[in-house]
């Protein structure tokens, strides 16, 4: 994927975007763009932190990009509750201490995510790690680099959302756009 045009096609998008009141759910805010990405020397030492090499796509992903510039808005569906703000897409390292919750998701529903890996073709065996990179999704890393297929996962229901990477962002931030 060319991230560089993927950057500049979603900050477009997101330039004027408004928050929709009646839905649910974390929504980018107008204005919101993505960070620098990180350098060669910052990868290596991300991937010395997270203990193992990272897929292909995804350093090519960090070179460009690390997350958004600010938090996202949940406006909650309900005009009578406050919004909340989050970050939902998560830069790295600094928000490495606020993705325990989905970390430790990912050893609590180990079992599940095998069979779903395993329903899809994958080889559990081959996994060496999770990375969170948007809300409650993350990247699994395999031995083999090349593979990036990435979950959604919200405690035990876990599913495929992308079979890779760029099948990932396709459906996370093209597909109304």
């Known amino acids: 994927m060319d991230w560089e045009k993927f950057k500049t096609k979603t900050e477009r998008w997101w330039r004027n975007s408004r928050v929709h009141p009646n839905v649910w759910g974390y929504q980018i805010v107008a204005g919101t763009q993505w960070n620098a990405g990180m350098t060669e020397a910052e990868i290596e030492r991300f991937e010395r932190q997270l ?25 909650r569906g309900d ?40 329903g899809d073709g994958f080889s559990p065996d081959d996994v060496l790690g999770f990375i969170p990179i948007y809300a409650h999704r993350a990247l699994v890393v395999f031995g ?23 099948d990932y962002i396709s459906h996370e931030f093209i597909r109304d756009q």
């Open 144 to 166: 083999d680099r090349k593979l990036s297929p990435v979950l959604s996962m919200v405690g035990n229901d876990v599913i495929i959302y992308g079979r890779d990477l760029a």
């Open 51 to 75: 203990g193992f090499p990272f897929p292909f796509d995804y350093r090519d992903f960090l070179r460009c990009i690390n997350g958004f510039d600010r938090e996202c808005i949940d406006v």
């Open 79 to 118: 005009p009578q509750l406050p919004p909340r703000h989050s970050r939902q897409c998560y830069k790295y390292p600094d928000d490495l201490p606020n993705v325990a919750w989905l970390l430790a998701d990912t050893v609590e529903y180990r079992q599940t995510i095998d069979d779903v890996l395993e």
